[in-house]
């Protein structure tokens, strides 16, 4: 995963944001892994929004760290929203079963709004 590709963290009030760009696939695990580590190092955080980015592409080994990644956020009983998202990641999103643990909103000042 190169510079331009790695997560970015945001903080904006009680919500952390994971910025996630770029292709994320299996290899993408570690980079995601680290990124919401940080996340939750930086401070407890009970609300949690991944903003994927415009050109963000997401496989189905991306997808099994997305998992890990909510069922991190289950286990540190975190609310996680998801934005971000084009038409047709919502659906697979959807049929793998990924918005029963996470919701998915149309825009970030939506997102925002509904976890505040």
Excluded: C, W
């Excluded at 970015?8 to 994971?18: A, G, H, T, V």
């Excluded at 407890?44 to 496989?59: C, E, G, H, R, S």
């Amino acid at each position: 995963m190169d510079e331009k590709n790695e997560p970015r963290i945001e903080r904006q009030n009680d919500i952390s944001i994971l910025h996630i760009q770029g292709d994320i696939t299996a290899h993408s695990e570690p980079h995601i892994n680290q990124a919401y580590k940080k996340l939750n190092d930086q401070g407890p955080t009970q609300k949690v929004l991944i903003q994927f980015d415009a050109d963000a592409y997401i496989n189905s080994g991306g997808i099994a760290v997305l998992i890990q990644i909510l069922a991190q956020t289950q286990k540190n009983n975190q609310q996680i929203g998801i934005t971000g998202l084009s038409e047709h990641f919502k659906k697979i999103f959807h049929m793998v079963g990924i918005t029963k643990f996470a919701n998915i909103y149309d825009d970030r000042d939506g997102a925002l709004q509904s976890l505040s």
